[in-house]
């Protein structure tokens, strides 16, 4: 008699401590999610991005790696394969580079004036130049031609004609060309 009279109060409290149980375990998800919310956008806000490479923009045309002569493309001892261009307004040197394709090839680049940016046509080759900073990136060019390679970032009222043009070379062509060890680009000379 007394275990039916009690039953439906026995069955509120079992639920009523469920409720308690989940609501408990929900608090402390969401206290999980909003601290890893706070953490990690403290770390973002707090950390540069992984790899910031800084230049000099006044002495980058007189010393070290952006000089003329080492402008263009290069065949490394290790076969590695490095375009180094500059972009200024309102022209990129080289105004033409050669690529090899189906080769992991790796730009690095940087402004002198204004911040520029380039696309290699429609492939995934894609940057923003500034100032002060060398963009670097690696990527691999699927099929042999040639593609337009404008800016892409509004540097000044020349910035429509400001273009240049790539040559993506079947690999062949490409190490029989590089093989002498000097910068290589597809402007005529
Ligand atoms: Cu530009």
């Known amino acids: ?15 009523i401590a469920a409720e308690r149980r989940w609501a408990v375990v929900v608090g ?3 206290a999980l999610l909003v601290a890893m919310m706070v953490i990690t956008g403290l770390h973002w806000a707090a950390m540069p991005p992984s790899r910031v490479e800084t230049i000099d923009v006044h002495t980058l045309h007189l010393k ?7 402008l263009g493309t290069a065949l490394g001892e290790d076969g590695k394969v490095t375009v180094r261009l ?10 033409c580079i050669v690529v090899p394709a189906e080769m992991p090839v790796t730009f690095r680049g940087t402004a002198t004036d204004a911040i520029h940016g380039f696309v290699v046509g429609t492939t995934n080759a894609n940057t923003m130049l500034i100032p002060g900073f060398v ?4 990527t ?27 040559q993506v070379l079947p690999p062949e062509e490409f190490l029989a060309r590089a093989r002498g060890g000097e910068r290589l680009s597809c402007v005529p000379r």
């Open 135 to 138: 963009a670097t990136f690696t």
């Open 1 to 15: 008699m007394s275990a039916t009279s009690a039953a439906p109060h026995g069955a509120e409290a079992v639920s």
């Open 64 to 70: 070290g790696e952006f000089v003329e002569g080492n």
């Open 140 to 166: 691999s060019f699927r099929k042999p031609g040639e593609h337009l390679m404008p800016c892409h970032e509004y540097c000044g009222t020349g910035h429509e004609a400001m273009w240049a043009r790539v």
């Open 28 to 30: 402390v998800i969401i």
């Open 86 to 95: 500059i972009a200024q307004q309102y022209s990129f040197v080289p105004q």
